[in-house]
């Protein structure tokens, strides 16, 4: 009757240890990784965005890794190769003959922040629109200093 | 849209734009010099090449994207030949700072615009002396809107041109480019033709496409 009660209690134990060896495995952590998307968007002077253009991404040695065309917004998406950390995107308007573009994202020198801002590292149109004039108002000016400076030879 | 960008026409052909290109600026400059000073020229030049240079970044929008203002027509009837290297300087700036067009294209491109500019003088000029009227502000007007559009409509036939050189796979580029353009025409028609029927009121001698008539 002894040895019964004891075996009994052991086998309790030993459901009871099984239980709490599950509970301490239900707890253990599991890391998944998804890489997401690098996102690119084309966009013409003057914040129009650049649809239907057809999109090549390369690699870093020139292969072409993916290929595309824009939607609406001008947004094109594609996963990163592992391993890789330097694309060349090369957007191409198509319906607009005279408009293509190239931009390299380089994965291990862009910084998250600035990478969520997009390509847009070039100057705002305002100054390069200013920039125009300068020249314009420096090679009138250059030429007249060369006109006057023949004329006074004279 | 007329501006061709880098890496799309073949060599031949950008090499002979550039050839082209660099022997009407000669020439045009040449035939500045013997017609008088260009000195006087240069603030009216510079004023057009920045009108120029930034017509470009007018857009409107045309179904799925936007084409913008070319305004060659107006640089011909206002600059006369100099309309020619007027045009090469600002697409140069144009290509550097907006990117529009390419480098190695700009032989090409400035023949696609430029030369329309030569052809709008050649018809405000022949218009002007051929068409007797009383009232020479709206004849020029109307004669400028005309050659205003057709230089226009020259320009994109000629890139198209140029894209036609390129074979298959670019009949649906040159489509749109053509369709597109339309309100183009239309719009740079009105523009020109107000334009110089106001400077004709104005200011007369700005115009150089009415070789000396007075207004």
């Not at chain 1, 239980?19 to 998307?37: M, N």
């Not at chain 1, 801002?117 to 100054?127: H, K, Q, R, S, V």
């Not at chain 2, 040449?30 to 007018?58: D, H, N, Q, Y």
Request: net charge neutral; hydrophobic share 50%; charged share 15%.
């Amino acid at each position: 009757m002894k040895g019964k009660l004891v075996f009994g209690i052991l086998a309790v134990l030993l459901v009871l240890s099984c239980l709490s060896i599950s509970g301490v495995s239900a707890h253990r952590l599991h890391i998944v990784h998804k890489i997401s998307e690098i996102e690119i968007e084309a966009y013409f002077g003057g914040n129009v965005a650049c649809r239907d253009a057809d999109v090549k991404v390369y690699d870093k040695d020139g292969n072409l890794y993916v290929e595309g065309k824009t939607d609406d917004e001008g947004k094109f998406s594609f996963p990163p190769k592992i391993g890789v950390d330097s694309y060349t995107v090369v957007v191409d308007a198509v319906h607009m003959p005279g408009h293509k573009a190239e931009a390299v994202i380089n994965l291990s020198q862009e910084t998250a922040g600035t990478s969520a801002g997009g390509m847009g590292t070039e100057m705002p149109l305002y100054t390069r629109t200013i920039a125009g004039f300068g020249y314009l108002i420096g090679l009138a000016g250059a030429a007249m200093l060369y006109m006057s400076w023949k004329l006074k030879k004279k | 849209m007329v501006h061709i960008s880098d890496g799309i026409l073949s060599l031949p052909v950008l090499a002979a734009g550039w050839v082209i290109t660099i022997a009407l600026i000669a020439v045009a400059l040449w035939w500045g010099k013997r017609k008088g000073s260009i000195v006087e020229e240069i603030p009216k030049l510079s004023v057009m090449t920045a009108a120029f240079f930034v017509a470009s970044l007018i857009h409107i929008a045309v179904g799925p994207t936007s084409v913008h203002l070319i305004l060659s027509g107006l640089m011909g009837i206002i600059l006369g030949i100099l309309a020619y290297p007027a045009i090469f300087i600002g697409l140069v700036l144009q290509a550097f700072l907006f990117g529009h067009g390419g480098i190695t294209v700009l032989g090409v491109n400035t023949i696609d615009m430029g030369v329309p500019a030569l052809v709008a003088y050649g018809i405000f000029k022949a218009g002007n002396k051929l068409i007797p009227s009383e009232s020479l502000a709206g004849k020029a007007g109307l004669i400028g809107a005309l050659a205003g559009g057709i230089a226009v409509a020259l320009a994109v036939s000629f890139t198209a041109g140029m894209l036609f050189t390129l074979g298959k796979g670019y009949e649906w580029a040159i489509k749109a480019l053509i369709l597109y353009h339309i309100p183009i025409i239309v719009i740079e028609t009105v523009i020109v033709g107000s334009v110089v029927a106001f400077l004709v009121k104005v200011k007369p001698e700005l115009i150089e496409g009415l070789g000396g008539e007075k207004g």
